[in-house]
Each structure stands twice: as structure tokens, then as C-alpha cells.
């Protein structure tokens, strides 16, 4: 049996790889050779050439047939009209962007995506509305014209190794740089799904075990357990053997978590992998918060160049001045704050019997 990867070398890419040859698979990789990752055998065939390049893909495959075909980079569309006919099983990796009001959460009112996200929600179906959005549920839709018993996963965002835009940077640099707060929004209490690398090249390639249970599907992909953003810090932070303080403030004054949220609003992002789950029998290769506290050591082990690509592209400045004006202001407003009385102290509801709410009715025996 032999298999294509197209991509193989971001952070789900070698996970992929090896995962096919576990199974048996002779894998031969295409991507641009900018990037060669130790984790790939040498045994594994590279194919040098532009995914993005409906040319220079068609003469780099010509010839060629696969059993099996993982695209996880290039122009996809492209890629399986190329491949039809020339492929047992096609694959392929989009994004959940697809989902209408991922990336424009106040487009309905009130604002945010429905808790979880499945499958069958609203896409974007209106450039105006999110043309990136609008360009992936296209991609989508031509995957299956020329592929009909392809499976097409939506990804969310990806951490782990070798991720270029590493969200745990901005959590990972502020322990290396000895800083002690760390601003966050409303208690850090947003939910997003995210996934681990290996947890999602192992729900792909699951795709190519159950060819015919994985025909025509599209399927949510991330981790089982999605973690809140309070969490994510204080498990990345703990990973590091340290202690952040969380200073938490509302919204739209904690303007230093912005990298952090990676959305204009606090609302959740929950993807329901239910349907992964009951026809693949998904299950995490690394729980969510082992797997958090990896990427943590890794990224205190092979530090991104401070300016470089990942700070780029994350837009964290690292302005510790002026976080530490901001935490000043905001707890000499909160220090400001009249002391309020109430005549009768409002509770959390006679049904609540947690810390602080109902008492026993009775004694326990």
C-alpha cells in the first residue's frame, strides 16, 4: 500500500507520516523542502515541489496513483480534481472558519457561536460576511465534486511543536522574562477548542482506517476536553514550575490578552466531536492537559527568536511597561469603588447548596 502527504512537515504533518507506516503504508511526502523535520525516516520519498502550483503539482504527480492521499496543504480544490480517480481514499484538512460567526462573532445577535459547534451549523455563505469563511466552504464544496467519498476535517488551532503561531508563547516568554502578573479578561472563563498536533493527525488518519464509514463526511476535530483560558494559563505556567498571578479585568480593558483570546470578543468556540467519536471511535492519543504542559517545555526548550516570525505573526509586544500601567490603573479603580450595603444580601438561589449557599436542612448521619 502506498500513501501521499501533502504538507507533512507543519506540526500534525510527521504524526501523520508515521502514523501511515504503522500501518503499513510506503508514504511519499510533496511539500515546498523549506522545512525537513528529524522526525520523518529517511526511508520516507519527498517530493520537492509548490502545492500551491496546479502545474507544478500535476507534473510532480504525474503518472502517479496512491491508496491513499492526506492533504493538508496547497490549494485543495486543486489537489483532488488532480488526484481523481488517481486516489483509493482522498483526505483532506480545512478549518473551522467555515463556520458562520467564527470570525465574525457579533454577526448575530446576541453575539457568539451556538455551544457546541457541530457539524450541521450555519456556514458562511456570504463573502461580505467573512471571505476567508466564504473561500474554505467553496474549497469544501469542490473537495467533494471531485472527490464524493472524500473526508474533510475541520481543524481548529493547532499547538504543539513546530506551530508557527504559538499561542503558549505569550504565556511561556512571560515565566522565562521572570514576570510574575499576566492580564487576562473576565476571569479567563472563555472556552475554545483547540488541538494537540498528534491529537489531530491521529483523528485524520483514523479517516483512512474506515474508508467507507469516513466516505462524504465532514468532520469537527480538537481535543476532547476543551480547557478555559484561566486554565490554559495556569497549566503552561505550571508546566514551567511557576506561578502566574492573574489579574483579571473586563474585555475590553484588558487589551494585553488579546494575543491570548485570538478573537475580538470573550465568547466561546466549542466544537462537538461527537460525530468523530461515534463513527471513527475518536479518543485522545494525549490528554489536553499533558499534552498543554509538553508544548509548554518545548517552547521553553526552543524559544522563538525574540521579534521573529511567531512574535510577529502572534502581535504580542511584550510591553511590560505598559501591562504594569494598565494593572495599576485598573486596581486603583477597583480600590476606588464605594463600599455598597445591601439591606438584604442578595444570595445564589435556595436551589444552590455549594460553598457559601444553603445550609443543611438537617444534620447528616
Known amino acids: 500500500m502506498n ?215 465532514i468532520y469537527n476535530c480538537a481535543d476532547e476536553e476543551t480547557l478555559t483560558l484561566r486554565q490554559v494559563v495556569e497549566i503552561t505556567a505550571a508546566a514551567l514550575g511557576h506561578s502566574l498571578e492573574i489579574v483579571s479585568m473586563p474585555y475590553p480593558i484588558a487589551i494585553p490578552a488579546r494575543p491570548l483570546m485570538m478573537q475580538p470578543l470573550p465568547t466561546h468556540r466549542v466544537l462537538d466531536i461527537a460525530k468523530l467519536r461515534a463513527d471513527l471511535g475518536y479518543h485522545d492519543v494525549v490528554p489536553a492537559r499533558e499534552a498543554l504542559a509538553h508544548t509548554a517545555r518545548w517552547l521553553n526548550a526552543h524559544p522563538p527568536e525574540p521579534g521573529g516570525l511567531e512574535e510577529t505573526v502572534l502581535q504580542d509586544p511584550f510591553d511590560y511597561a505598559a501591562e504594569d500601567r494598565l494593572i495599576a490603573g485598573w486596581r486603583a479603580a477597583i480600590s476606588s469603588l464605594p463600599e455598597i450595603e445591601f439591606g438584604e444580601l442578595p444570595g445564589y438561589g435556595l436551589a444552590y447548596s455549594g460553598p457559601g449557599g444553603r445550609a443543611p436542612s438537617k444534620p447528616f448521619k
Not at 510506503?26 to 511539500?31: A, Y
Open 3 to 217: 500513501a501521499l502527504v501533502i504538507g507533512g512537515t507543519g506540526p500534525t504533518g510527521h504524526f501523520m507520516v508515521n502514523g501511515l507506516r504503522r500501518r503499513g503504508f510506503d508514504v511519499t511526502i510533496l511539500h515546498t523542502g523549506r522545512h525537513e523535520l528529524a522526525e520523518i525516516p529517511a526511508e520516507v520519498e519527498h517530493i520537492h515541489g509548490d502545492p500551491y502550483s496546479p502545474e507544478a503539482l500535476t507534473a510532480a504527480l504525474e503518472g502517479r496513483t496512491f491508496d491513499a492521499c492526506i492533504a493538508t496543504y496547497g490549494r485543495l480544490r486543486r489537489t483532488a480534481e488532480i488526484l481523481s480517480g488517481r486516489v483509493g481514499k482522498f483526505v483532506s484538512v480545512g478549518g473551522v472558519p467555515a463556520y458562520r460567526g467564527y470570525m465574525h462573532p457579533s454577526i448575530d445577535s446576541p453575539a457568539g457561536l451556538p455551544v457546541p459547534i457541530r457539524e450541521n451549523a450555519a456556514l458562511v455563505d456570504d463573502p461580505v460576511d467573512d471571505e476567508k469563511g466564504y473561500r474554505i466552504v467553496r474549497t469544501e464544496e469542490r473537495v467533494f465534486d471531485a472527490q464524493p467519498d472524500a473526508a474533510h476535517f475541520r481543524y481548529p488551532y493547532v499547538y504543539g511543536p513546530y506551530q508557527l503561531a504559538p499561542r503558549e508563547w505569550c504565556i511561556v516568554r512571560r515565566v522565562r522574562d521572570q514576570r510574575d502578573v499576566i492580564v487576562i479578561p473576565d476571569d479567563g472563563l472563555t472556552l475554545q477548542s483547540f488541538g494537540y498536533a498528534e491529537n489531530l493527525a491521529h483523528a485524520v488518519v483514523l479517516a483512512v482506517d474506515h474508508p467507507e464509514r469516513s466516505a462524504g463526511q
